[in-house]
Each structure stands twice: as structure tokens, then as C-alpha cells.
């Protein structure tokens, strides 16, 4: 006599192949070596310290004013080359942009009193001198990444350089809206949670604490990446942007001290910046100062950076020609799939002086 299985229809048959792929693309992408970073071609124009200038000339020049690329203190900014086909820098420069990157570098023990005046006034307001005598124009595009895009910002508002368009992508100007544990937030600004006597110690933040800030700041989110690693590993593709994105994720820099302790007190704290008393070389850094175009670009599904810290800036700021736009990506993701350099091209064309 047959005996009917009632449940026998809800399980599905096991594909073994596909299940084999996927356990061994599992242990590839966490035991294997990493992806290589930074395909496009380039030439170091000028160097500081840790810090180097980049150039990446255009495939075939179709523009006038260059691209300078302003990347976080906090990663390193290969995330703008992750690779062919998706890397931001690639496509601009296919697209006819001469193409200027600052690299920080990565700091050590003896850097731990370079300040943001330094960073800014020294390092980028050399770079960007440098950047508009190399490629011979008589203007500028300064774009930011995250807290790059601070940086750029707070740069713009004290630059004598002539900074025609001013380009921010996931930026926090407003410090007063947080993300992360409200614990840490209410520490940090009633001084339970002491930053100078820990530099005092350490001197710069070290790479893990950074790595464990973000990931406090992205939690339970950060974790999902592992799970979606497991559900997808059968796709090679994915794999490979999902290595690509875990390299550059675990892979953090020291933060020089002293330029930390302005970021949490002045900045974070005090929010110094959207209240117009943040001073940088002797110099007031009032974003009111600030004429050039301006264009902000703020991701939807960004666990990092709120639209409420990106969006003040457009009222702060007295550019005339000034765009907000908001991308369905998150903040990573803005860079990681090359969607960034398509947005910028999209704004920043019409804005470059087309030859």
C-alpha cells in the first residue's frame, strides 16, 4: 500500500551543483586574496607627507575644468576605483573629465597632531593649487565623498581658489542629527564619553576602533552583508562586488589624532560649522561664504548619513545655482556600482566648460 507524504510538495529538491558553488564561493570570498583595487591609469602629480595627488588624465578631453576628488579621512579612497566598468573615476574620465584624487595617505603615530587646519589649509588648499596648474584651466570642480564632502565644504568657504562648481555626495554638515547607539550620541555631548583623554593616550584613533564605530553605527545592518553573501554565493558577479565592498569596508586607516578631537568637539559636539563659528588657518569657516554651484546628492537607503545632516546646506550656502537630489542607493553603493560618476557627468557637463 503507498503512503502519501502530505509535505512532501512543500519541501523543494535540494540542487546539489548550485549548493556545492555556493559553499565554495563562501570560503573563497572570506579565505581568498583580496580583489585588486585601483585600475585606472594615473600619475602622481605632487605629494605631502602621507598625502599624494593623483592624476587621471581623460581618454579624450571634452572639458575644460577639471574634477578634484576630496575622500573621507576615515577610508581609504579606492572605493572611487573599485573596478572596471563601476569605478567612478574610470567613467569620468571615459566621459572626457580631467580627473584629480587627493590621497591622505595613512597616518602615523608621528602625524598625531596634524590637525583639520593642517589637512585643509596645508594639505588640500596646496592640492588643489597644484591641480589647477597641471591641468592648465582657471577653474576648478571640488567634489567630496562623505566626510570629504565636509571637508570640501569647509575648504570652499575660505578658498581663494577659483572653485567654480562645489559637488557633495552623502555629506554631514548638520551635526546635530545622529545615527548610532543614542548612548554614545548622549556621551559624547554631556562629556561622559571623554575623546581627549583617549588621544591624550593613544595618540590617533586606531583602525579597529574606526572599523568598530562603523559598524556600532550600522548594526544590525552590518551584519546582514554576511547573510546576504550566503543567499547569493551561487552568482560569481555578486561575489566578486561583494569581496570588493568587504575589502574596502575592513580595510580602515588610523585617524590622526588631533584632527579627530576637532571632528568630535568642534563638529560633532558643538555642530561649529552649521552655526558659522568653526574657524580653519585663522579663518572663519561661514558656508555663507560659499558662491560657487553647488550640488548635493543624498542616498535613500543611506544607514550612514541622514538627508536632515546633508539637506541644511542648501540653505546655508550663497550659491545661486544650487541642486538637491536624492539617489535610491545607499551609501556605499553610490560608489561601489559607478553611480556616482554618472550623476556627477549629468549635473556637472553642462557646468565644465565643454570644449
Known amino acids: 500500500m503507498a503512503i502519501e507524504t502530505p509535505f512532501k510538495n512543500l519541501i523543494p529538491e535540494l540542487n546539489y551543483e548550485k549548493e556545492t558553488n555556493r559553499w565554495k564561493n563562501v570560503v573563497k ?29 581623460a581618454k579624450q578631453k571634452k572639458y575644460e575644468i577639471p574634477l ?14 573599485v573596478a572596471p566598468k563601476t569605478s567612478v573615476i574610470e567613467g569620468l574620465t571615459n566621459l572626457g573629465y580631467e580627473v584629480y584624487l587627493l590621497d591622505w595617505g595613512t597616518p602615523g603615530y608621528e602625524d598625531k597632531k596634524i590637525g ?27 567634489v567630496g565623498y562623505c566626510l570629504g564632502g565636509t571637508i570640501a565644504s569647509i575648504y570652499a568657504s575660505i578658498a581663494d581658489e577659483p572653485i567654480k562648481n562645489l559637488i557633495v555626495a552623502t555629506v554631514p554638515i548638520d551635526f546635530k542629527p545622529a545615527i548610532g547607539p543614542d548612548k554614545w550620541t548622549e556621551g559624547f555631548r554631556n562629556g561622559d564619553i571623554n575623546i581627549d583623554s583617549f588621544i591624550d593616550v593613544y595618540g590617533n584613533i586606531p583602525p579597529k576602533m574606526v572599523e568598530g564605530m562603523f559598524r556600532a553605527m550600522q548594526a544590525p545592518v552590518y551584519f546582514t552583508n554576511y547573510t546576504m553573501l550566503l543567499s ?8 566578486d562586488k561583494w569581496q570588493r565592498m568587504n575589502k574596502w569596508t575592513v580595510d580602515q586607516v588610523p585617524f590622526a589624532g588631533e584632527a579627530y578631537r576637532q571632528l568630535a568637539n568642534e563638529l560633532f559636539k558643538q555642530n561649529k560649522l552649521v552655526k558659522g563659528e568653526l574657524v580653519i588657518g585663522n579663518k572663519k569657516a561661514d558656508l555663507k561664504n560659499i558662491k560657487a554651484n553647488l550640488y548635493v546628492i543624498s542616498g535613500s537607503r543611506d544607514h550612514l548619513i541622514l538627508e536632515d545632516q546633508s539637506k541644511p546646506i542648501m540653505d546655508l550656502v550663497s550659491s545661486e545655482d544650487k541642486t538637491y537630489v536624492v ?23 553642462s557646468r565644465s566648460n565643454p570644449l
Open 29 to 57: 570570498a572570506l579565505t581568498g586574496p583580496a580583489p585588486k583595487m585601483g585600475h585606472s591609469p594615473r600619475n602622481e602629480v605632487w605629494r605631502k607627507n602621507k598625502s599624494v595627488l593623483w592624476h587621471y588624465p
Open 232 to 239: 547569493r554565493a551561487h552568482d560569481q558577479r555578486y561575489v
Open 327 to 349: 539617489v535610491e542607493t545607499g551609501h556605499v553603493g553610490l560608489a561601489l556600482s559607478g553611480l556616482f560618476g554618472k550623476i556627477v557627468d549629468q549635473w556637472a557637463s
Open 68 to 81: 578634484f576628488f576630496v575622500y573621507s579621512l576615515f577610508n581609504k579612497p579606492y572605493i572611487l576605483d
Open 116 to 142: 583639520l587646519d593642517t589637512y585643509i589649509d596645508k594639505y588640500l588648499r596646496t592640492a588643489v593649487k597644484r591641480a589647477i596648474r597641471h591641468s592648465g584651466a582657471d577653474e576648478i570642480t571640488v
